[in-house]
């Protein structure tokens, strides 16, 4: 099972700043085959990212992936006030498709 | 519009049994793998279990395997989880999700229903 790690826990910012979060696999992860999502309380998740640095559809140009291996950021280039939210990475290239524990944004 | 609505959630003793299921509609639902994801109460994502667009191949976390059954049945366009032996860390919002590419098992998961409440207690 690829264990996935995020840091930081929590990321205290303000908006109009930048944001980099960091996920790291345990084994490389195949094809680059890494999310992220966003989510926000009492919402489902949102796809952000796929293939590791895809934007999905509808998903601002601020939110940028990077990344290959066991090495993955999801950076955001300046924070909105509707970014404030918790992001998970998850591997899809085999199963189990774990996710990792979060990254939770919140406003300084 | 693509849309998926779960439904079964109760509270059921340790030990018991349950079957939720997903209602999917708005695009081709036997074009894509589906996925079971929960989530305790104030905790992350964990996933569950996914089933692949013709049902031929089905995945499950170590933490269900033996206890749960994926399914579906296309002609309804719809998705069940079986959960047998339920213990208390079950507890969690459980929610479908779309694999994102048809025809594919290894997909990010574009669309999420809004989740239903399983509580396991006594």
């Known amino acids: 099972e690829i264990v996935l790690t995020q840091s930081p826990g929590t990321l205290s910012l303000s908006p109009g700043g930048g944001a980099t979060l960091s996920c790291r696999a345990s084994q490389s992860v195949k094809s680059n085959y890494l999310a992220w999502y966003q989510q926000k309380p009492g919402q489902a998740p949102r796809l952000l990212i796929y293939g590791a640095s895809n934007r999905a559809t509808g998903i601002p140009d601020r939110f940028s992936g990077s990344g290959s291996g066991t090495d993955f950021a999801l950076t955001i280039s300046s924070l909105e006030p509707e970014d404030f939210a918790v992001y998970y990475c998850q591997h899809y290239g085999r199963s189990p498709f774990t996710f990792g524990p979060g990254t939770k944004v919140d406003i300084k | 519009e693509v849309q998926l609505v779960e439904s079964g959630g109760v509270v059921v003793q340790p030990g018991g049994s349950l079957r939720i299921s997903c209602a999917a509609s708005?695009?081709?639902?036997?074009?894509?793998?589906m996925h079971w994801v929960r989530q305790a109460p104030g905790k992350g994502l964990e996933w569950v279990s996914l089933?692949?667009?013709?049902?031929?191949?089905?995945y499950y976390a170590d933490s269900v395997k033996g206890r749960f059954t994926i399914s579906r049945d296309n002609s309804k366009n719809s998705l069940f989880l079986q959960m047998d032996s339920l213990r208390s860390d079950d507890s969690a919002f459980y929610y479908c999700a779309r694999g994102d590419v048809p025809v594919q098992v290894f997909a990010p998961s574009d669309f999420w229903g809004q989740g239903t409440l399983v509580t396991v207690s006594s």
């Open positions: 089933i692949s667009w013709d049902g031929d191949s089905t």
């Open positions: 708005g695009f081709t639902f036997d074009d894509h793998t």
